[in-house]
């Protein structure tokens, strides 16, 4: 089977569209998602191909789109909204946490809502206030979400459309920075890959690199940088951020005794903290140092001129080495 190179903005689209060709209840709303096909054009051309009443172009208010997709969800449509930044989403928080996340608890299972809620996050792009945050640790925290983010275009196609199919509501986190890069994707293919699954990105045998959506590609280009001093990382995409799929991630630990944890957002309660407390619990007899993260300050997010000062990058993540190894 042929595949395509595309960048990961290209893969969202296709796998939007084939999502919508597959079923009809599929729709897409958001701020500027039709005539314009959004922001970064990820929904580019499918309101031409599909007409104004599967792809809506929304008033701007996050409240009210999220709203609206509950009730269309109930009366049997698969919405997919898009919230334009990462900081948008917070108008619409009540709604995703005590709405979105609870309706199939409250129904006592009668009522599910199979909404997918895509979200562009991250920095790097030189934006400005509230355009490049990492709330992902707000909604993994949330029971009754399921809360994934893609690294690269091929799991981009595969994930929205098993995120779009599913029954459950999904915080579908994109990683903005990377929407612009290449990689091949089998456009005819089934995805092989269950949703809900981490998956080892880079075999090593020294030391465990977990990281997830944007951090992906700065953990393989540390890991690279690591071989010139003798050291082979073995790097985890988790891919799934709840829930967790952490069995490869504790079978790497048993195998390297070193972890180092990498994300985007503020290390205090981050993603990282979790993952660090269910390690350390689970294979405390194979670490040989403690486990460390590396990650966006506990600041809020910097003007765009020192965002590289704030952003984990491959020194950081190699000076996490060094200390694991000088333990």
Request: aromatic share 8%; charged share 25%.
């Amino acid at each position: 089977m042929m595949a395509e190179t595309l960048t990961m903005g290209k893969a969202l689209n296709h796998g939007l569209r084939r999502a919508m060709e597959n079923d009809r209840k599929v729709i897409v709303m958001g701020e500027d998602v039709g005539k314009l096909g959004g922001v970064f054009r990820i929904t580019d051309g499918l309101q031409k191909d599909f007409g104004e009443d599967r792809v809506i172009d929304t008033p701007l208010a996050e409240s009210g789109i999220i709203g609206t997709a509950i009730g269309l969800a109930i009366r049997g449509y698969r919405p997919v909204c898009e919230i334009q930044f990462d900081g948008f989403v917070f108008p619409a928080f009540d709604q995703i946490v005590t709405q979105v996340a609870k309706m199939f608890y409250r129904s006592n299972g009668n009522v599910a809502l199979p909404i997918v809620i895509r979200i562009p996050y991250g920095g790097g792009i030189g934006a400005v206030e509230h355009h490049s945050e990492s709330p992902e640790a707000l909604f993994s925290h949330t029971p009754g979400l399921k809360v994934v983010t893609c690294s690269n275009p091929a799991d981009a196609y595969a994930m929205i459309q098993q995120s779009i199919a599913s029954d459950d509501p999904i915080v579908f986190f994109e990683p903005k920075r990377r929407y612009w890069e290449k990689g091949p994707v089998e456009l005819e293919a089934t995805p092989d890959q269950p949703l809900h699954a981490s998956r080892v990105v880079r075999d090593g045998t020294d030391a465990t690199v977990i990281a997830y959506g944007p951090m992906v590609r700065t953990a393989l280009e540390t890991a690279e940088a690591a071989t010139e001093d003798g050291r082979q990382l073995e790097v985890i995409d988790l891919r799934t951020l709840s829930p967790l799929d952490l069995d490869p991630v504790f079978a790497s630990v048993r195998k390297t005794g070193r972890c180092i944890v990498v994300h985007e957002a503020p290390g205090n309660l981050g993603l990282g903290s979790e993952i660090a407390a269910r390690v350390s619990e689970e294979c405390f007899y194979s670490l040989e140092a403690p486990v460390l993260r590396v990650t966006g300050y506990d600041i809020p997010y910097p003007a765009a001129r020192v965002e590289e000062e704030y952003l984990p990058d491959l020194d950081r993540i190699l000076d996490a080495l060094d200390r694991s190894f000088g333990w």
